[in-house]
């Protein structure tokens, strides 16, 4: 190669690798360009057949997806499109609303696609809550109180069901627990099966929802017996489903 074809080819060499960089400057400065993606969680982890997924006020949900540039910063409006590939829902490509058509035994995908990057999340599909019940309306806990781990009570249950026979449960659906009376406020509170506060819970496939109380023997009054009160409640499209409050009541008697 002469001096002149190699001082060319050396030119084009470096005016290449500029143009590279500069490309890939422009795309990645660009506050405008998307470099990751965050799909927010559902409120609720299940839409009820021949409806829209909704939150627990019967609000319609829209999904929400945000993106981020390079800097951190979001990027507003997100340029995102939904698509499920599973049967039992239709999703809007350009709102994400979620709308379910027949039940299935897997929970469904939502993918929200912005540019090359996707993010997932996903949806029970559930029978319309028409009845809440007590499984156990009355339980007791013999409490101790030397001994802590003793003063933890069982679940107070409740069950929700669809149609006429109440026969067929409902799965994945939220229930709202709430204590209603007890003798000190610091006396008893809700927890969840890992003894963490909680005052929701979700239907299992039985559509069993329930919560347990943890209790505090030094805020008890001068009776030997107590007892705490708990109501239940579900809602559909924001309305009482029927039975709603069921009333839940734990007997607390010191361990002999």
Not at 125 to 134: E, G, H, K, M, Q
Not at 186 to 214: C, H, M, P, Y
Request: with cysteine; net charge positive; proline share 5%.
């Amino acid at each position: 190669m002469t001096q002149s074809s190699a001082r060319r080819a050396w030119v084009a060499a470096i005016f290449a690798v500029t143009a590279v960089v500069f490309a890939c400057t422009s795309i990645s400065d660009s506050s405008t360009a998307v470099l990751s993606i965050q799909f927010d969680s559902l409120p609720t982890p299940a839409v009820v057949v021949n409806d829209t997924l909704r939150d627990t006020t019967g609000a319609i949900v829209h999904p929400v997806v945000r993106a981020f540039n390079f800097k951190g910063g979001e990027v507003v409006p997100a340029p995102v499109w939904f698509q499920s590939p599973d049967s039992g829902i239709t999703v809007d490509s350009a709102t994400g609303i979620i709308v379910a058509d027949s039940l299935r035994s897997s929970s469904a995908r939502i993918i929200a696609t912005v540019g090359k990057l996707q993010a997932i999340q996903r949806v029970d599909v559930t029978l319309r809550p028409d009845l809440i019940a007590a499984v156990n309306a009355l339980d007791s806990l013999k409490y101790s109180v030397l001994d802590t781990t003793k003063n933890l009570s069982g679940q107070l249950q409740v069950k929700l069901t669809h149609g006429v026979s109440n026969d067929s449960a409902v799965k994945s659906y939220i229930v709202s627990f709430a204590i209603v009376y007890q003798s000190n406020p610091q006396l008893g509170e809700l927890v969840n099966d890992n003894n963490k506060l909680s005052s929701v819970d979700t239907t299992d496939a039985n559509g069993i929802a329930g919560r347990k109380i943890r209790m505090h023997p030094v805020f008890l009054g001068s009776s030997a017996v107590d007892s705490i009160v708990v109501n239940a409640t579900a809602r559909y499209r924001g309305t009482p489903v029927s039975g709603s409050p069921v009333r839940l009541v734990l007997l607390l008697k010191p361990l002999s």
